[in-house]
Structure formats: C-alpha cells, structure tokens
C-alpha cells in the first residue's frame, strides 16, 4: 500500500524546494533585475509619452504663432491700405466708383475674403461698429481679432460666403449629443483700421478672412508643423480649425479623399478647453483614430471662447515602437532567466535529494496517506540519516493513528446513540408537556366559565323577572320609558349570547346538535343575509367562487356560526372598505378527501406574532366589542369534525382563513 500511494502522489513539494533554492540562487536575476528593470522601463514609458506630449506642445506654439502671424499681417494690410496716398485719393475724389474699385482691387490683392468702408453714423452693409475691433477703430486705435460672424451678417457680406461658412454636421462618437443639422456661422479674421473721410467724418476700414472651409489656410499649418520627415513613417499630422465643437477647417480624413469637415470634438475636449480655458495636451480621439493632440481656446474680440486650434499627430506608430521595445526588453530578460534555471536545478538536484524526498513525503501524509515514506536506502550524510529517521518516526505516526481512529470510531457510536437516545426523549417530554399545559388549561377555562355562566344566569334571570314587573305595574306609562327599556332587554340578551358562547367554550359537547350533509356553498349563502347590513355599511365587494362539488358532515347551526364569525372578522378589519373574497373548492389533506372554505379579505393584516395568538380563548384586536372567543370556539368545533383552520396573513395586504372539513362518507 505505501509503495502504490509513493508512486501515484504528486511530485509539487520537490518541485517547491526546486523552485525556492532557484529562487535564492537567483535572487538578484529573479527579483532586484527585474524590479530595477520595471522602474527603469515605467520611468522611460513616462519619459516617452512626455517627449511625445513636448513636441505635440510644440506643434501648437507653431500653429499659434502662425495665427497670431496672419492676425497680424492682416491687420497691417489694411492699417498701410488705410494711410496710403491711393485710398486717400479715392475716398477725396467725386467719381462714386474709384473707392469701391479701389477696396475690391485691394482685396483680391491682399487674399481677403471681404473689404469695406463704414463710417462712424454705422452707413455700411452689416452696420458693423457694434463690433469691438470696429468701434476701436472708429475710436482711432486699429485692432484685429477673430469673431463668429452670423450667416445673415455673412449674407449681407456676401452670399458667396454665406453659402462657404454652411457645413452639415456629421455624426460623431463622443461629441457631446446636439440637436443641430449644420453649422452656419463663420469664423473671421476680422480687422480694422481708422480713416477719415474728404469731409473730415470718422470712418474705419474694415477687412476680413473667412476661416470656414479655407484649405489653404490649414493646409498651411499643416505643411509649417509637420514638415516631410519630422514624424515617424506610419504616422502623420493633422490640423484643425474648431468653430465651437465643429470641425470647419481641417486635414484630417473622413474617408481617403473626403475630409472630416462638419465632424465634432469629444466631450472631453470640448469641456476643457471650451468649458474651462484649458490647454488639451493628451492622447485624443479624432474621428477614426487616436492621436497625440493639442488644443487651445480661441477667443474672441468680446473675450468670449468661440472655437479652438488643434494640431496632432498618429498615436499608432509610437505606440507599436513603444510595445515592440518593451516586448524585446522582456523576451530578452525571459530568456536569459530561462537559461539559468536549469543549470541551477541541475546543480541543486544531487545536493537536495533527500530534502526533496522528506519534503515530498510529508504532503503526502498530510494529504491522508499515511503509508507515504522517503524510501531512501542509505545516508550518505546528514540529511539522509534525517530523511531515514523520519521514516522511523512515521511508523510510530501510523500505529498510533489506527489506535486512535479505533479509540475516535467507538466513542462516536457511543456518543451518537446516547444523543439520539437522548433527543427523543426530549421531543417525548415537550410533546407530553404541551399536552398537559393545554389540558390543564382548558380544564380551569372550562370549570370557571361554567361557574361564572352559572351566577350571570341567576342575576339575569332576576333582573329579566322584575323587568316584566315593572312594565306590568307601569302600564301604559312603560311607553314614556319604552326607548329605556328596549335598551335594558338588549343588553341582557347580549349578556345571554356572552354567556351561552362561554358555556359552548367550556362544554362545547352539549352544545353540539345532531350532524348532518352540507353543500359548503349552501351554508355560506344563508350566512351571507345575516351580514349584509355589515357589507353595506363598509362598502365592501364581495366576490364568490364555488367550485366544490364534495359534501361535509357537521352539525348546520354550527358550520354557520364559523362562517359567520370570519366573514365578521374580515369586514371589521376592512373599516375603509375593500374586497372579501368567499371560495369553496375540493381539497385533498394528508391523502383524505375533503373541501376547502376559504376566506380573504384586503383590511390592515396581522403579525406573525399576532397571528400565534388569535386563536387562544378571550384574546381579542376589538376593545370594546369582542369577547375573545369566537376564533377559539370556531377552531374547536371545526377541530371535532376532523378538519382545521390555517391562516395567512401580511399586515397591510389582508389575510385568508382556510378551512378545511373532510368530505362525507
């Protein structure tokens, strides 16, 4: 048996051993190389993506500086337009056509996409000095900035450039969600200079640039930032000129020959830059792909942020570069680690034999085998003369193991039997103990309620008696008293059902008349007419399904007397109204035939605790109207019949008395 589990037992605990003298011997290669390793390769991943975000950076000083370079010439276009001799002699001469073909000669000349004259009364196409950069010139100071012109004021312009600045947007991933079709604002490089007429009047010279759909300006950019060779092959550079979110000028492809013109932000980006004035420099998303990108705010001549510059270039190839130098770093370091580890283990295995071997016996024996052993002939040195002691004192081990198994076996059997000795004869006990507490119990109910039954009758009787005296010797003067005395024989007569149900309690057994067959369904219908004021007066819906074709033999008076005592109960718990439900179907109980009466109501419910109580005697919910017996007495008739009540209930989703009577034979 020891030779069979040696062999079939797993050889992990030699192999651990294996592993842990690797693992000191290598302790340099396996555990500070790589931590150093790992800290010098986190600290080189970070100085890659900051190298990628400087220049990303850089790109943007360029794009910007740019331009601020065409706010500027622009500017000192129309400033040298506004001083030179030729506008001068064209706004003084009486010929009305030289200034106009002066200002449409001079815009083709200087690339601008619009050039006019307005006066400081606002006589001009837009009205446009209540622009900022207007008014300033019209206050002598020149001034250049970029404003979001409407497309009606670009209409008035010209329409050209109306129809120009319209670009359909484009559904995008992650822009924030928009209920807009297209953008129809332009965005201008939108410049003024202060002038003054042949009639000494104030004027300014205004000039602009329609940024929309202008290639050639972001082309530009494009070509200064991302010249041939500055970006990795694979990789390439983008750049984008934002009106709010909506890309109005830009590089980047929608497809290979359709720009990304009328494509938004993402979210992200637009609430950085646009919502917080912030400059984005981090990995983005860009239509279709991710690359390293750069945003800042535009804002305009009121200060506000309308737009934003972008520049950017492919993530995909420094990404590739950076996991192809990282999956070299790590193959490289695999397989020097995997070179070493098995001249180690050769080295290690002659040396530790035999602590393998105790090693690997002694999982075995904590595995259950207790026959395991290192089978080592001979020792050669200090560790095989332990490796033999230990088989040694596994031998001790097992003997004394089966003593005490056999020793454990026999106590459990002696212990066992005795607690199951034991258990029975504590459920006799609770069960006999039960069974006297009620016995006694109904016992001292029923002798003091015969008592007190029988010294109410006596003054009842007497009272009744003289009652009838009084009526007799009044006469007709008994009708002045008549409401006072109609109220005094209704209360001895509910003295009397009180004491008659406390007699039926007591000695149900006198009480009980002779038993005959009933249709369940018939006695609830002559129930149901000794309750309907009760149903009326509550408003209360009642609904009725009798399936049950099976009869039941009880006495009539008191099947009635139960059903009547629930239908009461449920109504009294529906005050604000509500829906009794009245069933009788056939039910099998325990394998015997039988029928089921059940009644539901939607009132207040009960506890689980309430529900453990309602059945003792003179228990009651209903302070001052209840006796506390009718649940008792019920429960006790339909009891000697053979059947049972059951009840369900949750407070506040009413509750359902069954009850259950077996079928008649």
């Given at each position: 048996?020891?030779?069979?589990?040696?062999?079939?037992?797993?050889?992990?605990?030699?192999?651990?051993?294996?592993?842990r003298?690797?693992?000191?011997?290598?302790?340099p290669?396996?555990?500070?190389?790589?931590?150093?390793?790992?800290?010098?390769?986190a600290?080189?991943n970070?100085?890659?993506?900051?190298?990628?975000?400087t220049?990303?950076n850089?790109?943007?000083?360029?794009a910007?500086?740019?331009l601020?370079?065409?706010?500027?010439?622009?500017?000192?276009h129309?400033?040298?337009?506004?001083?030179?001799?030729?506008?001068?002699?064209?706004?003084?001469?009486s010929d009305?056509?030289k200034?106009?073909?002066?200002l449409?000669?001079s815009r083709q000349?200087?690339?601008l996409?619009?050039?006019?004259?307005?006066d400081?009364?606002?006589?001009?196409?837009?009205a446009?000095n209540?622009?900022?950069?207007?008014a300033?010139?019209?206050?002598?100071t020149?001034?250049?900035?970029?404003?979001?012109?409407?497309n009606?004021?670009?209409?008035?312009i010209?329409?050209a450039?109306?129809?120009?600045a319209?670009i359909?947007?484009v559904?995008?991933?992650n822009?924030?969600?928009t209920d807009?079709?297209?953008?129809?604002?332009g965005?201008v490089?939108?410049?003024?200079?202060?002038?003054t007429?042949?009639?000494?009047?104030k004027?300014a010279?205004?000039?602009?640039?329609?940024?929309?759909?202008?290639?050639?300006?972001?082309?530009?950019?494009?070509?200064?930032?991302y010249r041939?060779?500055?970006?990795?092959?694979?990789?390439?550079?983008?750049?984008?000129?934002?009106?709010?979110?909506?890309r109005i000028?830009?590089n980047?492809?929608?497809?290979e020959?359709?720009?990304?013109?009328?494509?938004?932000?993402?979210?992200?980006?637009?609430?950085?830059v646009?919502?917080?004035?912030?400059?984005?420099l981090d990995?983005?998303?860009?239509?279709?792909?991710?690359?390293?990108?750069a945003?800042?705010?535009?804002?305009?001549?009121?200060?506000?942020?309308?737009?934003?510059?972008?520049?950017?270039?492919?993530?995909?190839p420094?990404r590739?570069a950076?996991y192809?130098t990282?999956l070299?770093i790590?193959?490289a370091f695999?397989?020097?680690t995997a070179?070493?580890v098995?001249?180690?283990?050769?080295?290690?295995r002659?040396?530790?034999?035999?602590?393998?071997?105790?090693?690997d016996?002694?999982?075995?024996?904590?595995?259950g085998?207790?026959g395991a052993?290192?089978?080592?002939?001979?020792?050669?040195?200090?560790i095989g003369?332990?490796?033999?002691?230990?088989?040694?004192?596994?031998?001790?081990?097992?003997q004394?193991?089966?003593e005490?198994?056999?020793w454990?076996?026999e106590?459990?059997?002696?212990?066992?039997e005795?607690?199951?000795e034991?258990?029975l004869?504590?459920r006799?006990?609770e069960?006999t103990?039960?069974?006297?507490?009620m016995?006694?119990?109904?016992a001292?109910?029923?002798?003091?309620?015969?008592g007190?039954?029988?010294?109410?009758?006596?003054?009842?009787?007497?009272?009744?008696?003289?009652?009838d005296?009084?009526?007799?010797?009044?006469?007709?003067?008994?009708d002045?008293?008549?409401?006072?005395?109609?109220?005094?024989?209704e209360?001895?007569?509910?003295?009397?059902?009180?004491?008659?149900?406390?007699?039926?309690?007591a000695k149900?057994?006198?009480?009980?008349?002779?038993?005959?067959r009933?249709?369940?369904?018939?006695v609830?219908?002559?129930?149901?007419?000794?309750?309907?004021?009760?149903?009326?007066k509550?408003?209360i819906k009642?609904i009725r399904?009798?399936?049950?074709?099976?009869?039941?033999?009880?006495?009539?008076?008191?099947?009635?007397?139960?059903a009547?005592?629930?239908i009461v109960?449920?109504?009294?718990a529906?005050?604000?109204?509500g829906t009794l439900?009245?069933?009788?179907?056939d039910?099998?109980f325990e394998?015997?035939?039988?029928?089921?009466?059940?009644?539901?109501?939607?009132?207040?419910?009960?506890?689980?605790?309430?529900?453990?109580?309602?059945f003792?005697p003179f228990?009651?919910?209903?302070?001052q109207?209840?006796?506390g017996?009718?649940?008792?007495?019920?429960?006790?008739l339909?009891?000697r019949?053979?059947?049972?009540?059951?009840?369900?209930?949750?407070?506040?989703?009413?509750?359902?008395?069954?009850?259950?009577?077996p079928e008649?034979?």
């Amino acid at each position: 048996m020891a030779e069979a589990g040696h062999a079939g037992a797993p050889t992990r605990p030699a192999r651990s051993i294996r592993f842990r003298l690797l693992a000191i011997a290598l302790l340099p290669t396996l555990v500070i190389l790589p931590l150093l390793l790992g800290i010098a390769i986190a600290r080189w991943n970070t100085k890659f993506d900051a190298l990628l975000i400087t220049k990303v950076n850089g790109d943007l000083t360029i794009a910007h500086q740019y331009l601020s370079r065409i706010l500027e010439n622009t500017g000192e276009h129309i400033q040298a337009l506004a001083v030179s001799a030729a506008f001068r002699d064209a706004a003084g001469s009486s010929d009305a056509i030289k200034l106009p073909a002066l200002l449409e000669k001079s815009r083709q000349t200087l690339d601008l996409d619009f050039l006019m004259l307005i006066d400081g009364n606002g006589q001009s196409a837009d009205a446009g000095n209540a622009w900022p950069v207007v008014a300033s010139a019209l206050d002598g100071t020149p001034s250049t900035a970029i404003d979001i012109f409407s497309n009606e004021q670009l209409a008035a312009i010209s329409q050209a450039l109306a129809n120009r600045a319209r670009i359909d947007l484009v559904e995008t991933a992650n822009a924030v969600p928009t209920d807009r079709k297209s953008e129809t604002r332009g965005m201008v490089v939108h410049s003024a200079s202060p002038v003054t007429l042949a009639d000494g009047r104030k004027a300014a010279l205004v000039g602009g640039i329609l940024l929309n759909q202008n290639l050639v300006f972001i082309d530009t950019i494009n070509d200064l930032v991302y010249r041939d060779a500055s970006l990795p092959e694979g990789s390439k550079g983008t750049a984008t000129l934002f009106l709010d979110d909506v890309r109005i000028s830009t590089n980047v492809r929608l497809f290979e020959d359709l720009r990304a013109l009328g494509t938004r932000v993402s979210g992200a980006v637009r609430a950085a830059v646009l919502g917080d004035g912030q400059t984005w420099l981090d990995s983005a998303f860009v239509v279709n792909d991710w690359y390293i990108s750069a945003y800042e705010p535009i804002v305009d001549s009121f200060g506000k942020r309308v737009g934003m510059l972008y520049v950017g270039f492919l993530e995909t190839p420094f990404r590739q570069a950076k996991y192809a130098t990282l999956l070299t770093i790590v193959l490289a370091f695999l397989i020097v680690t995997a070179i070493s580890v098995p001249v180690f283990l050769r080295w290690a295995r002659a040396i530790f034999k035999p602590l393998e071997r105790m090693s690997d016996t002694i999982a075995k024996v904590e595995g259950g085998n207790m026959g395991a052993r290192t089978e080592l002939k001979t020792a050669s040195d200090e560790i095989g003369r332990v490796a033999l002691h230990l088989d040694g004192l596994l031998d001790q081990l097992q003997q004394r193991d089966r003593e005490l198994r056999r020793w454990n076996e026999e106590l459990n059997d002696r212990v066992a039997e005795r607690t199951s000795e034991l258990e029975l004869a504590n459920r006799q006990i609770e069960a006999t103990t039960k069974q006297l507490i009620m016995s006694e119990k109904l016992a001292a109910i029923g002798e003091i309620t015969a008592g007190v039954a029988h010294e109410i009758n006596n003054p009842i009787a007497v009272i009744q008696g003289n009652l009838d005296v009084v009526r007799s010797v009044l006469g007709a003067q008994a009708d002045e008293a008549k409401v006072e005395f109609r109220l005094i024989d209704e209360q001895i007569h509910r003295i009397s059902q009180i004491v008659t149900k406390l007699l039926q309690f007591a000695k149900p057994e006198e009480y009980a008349g002779y038993v005959e067959r009933h249709a369940p369904a018939e006695v609830v219908s002559d129930c149901l007419p000794l309750v309907q004021h009760l149903l009326h007066k509550a408003e209360i819906k009642l609904i009725r399904t009798d399936s049950a074709t099976r009869l039941v033999l009880m006495n009539r008076t008191e099947l009635q007397q139960v059903a009547v005592n629930l239908i009461v109960n449920a109504i009294h718990a529906m005050p604000r109204g509500g829906t009794l439900s009245i069933g009788t179907q056939d039910q099998d109980f325990e394998g015997k035939p039988g029928v089921a009466l059940d009644i539901a109501d939607t009132g207040v419910g009960m506890t689980a605790e309430l529900i453990g109580k309602i059945f003792d005697p003179f228990f009651t919910t209903k302070r001052q109207e209840g006796t506390g017996l009718g649940l008792s007495i019920s429960q006790r008739l339909i009891a000697r019949q053979g059947g049972g009540i059951v009840v369900e209930s949750q407070p506040g989703r009413g509750t359902t008395f069954s009850i259950w009577l077996p079928e008649a034979s």
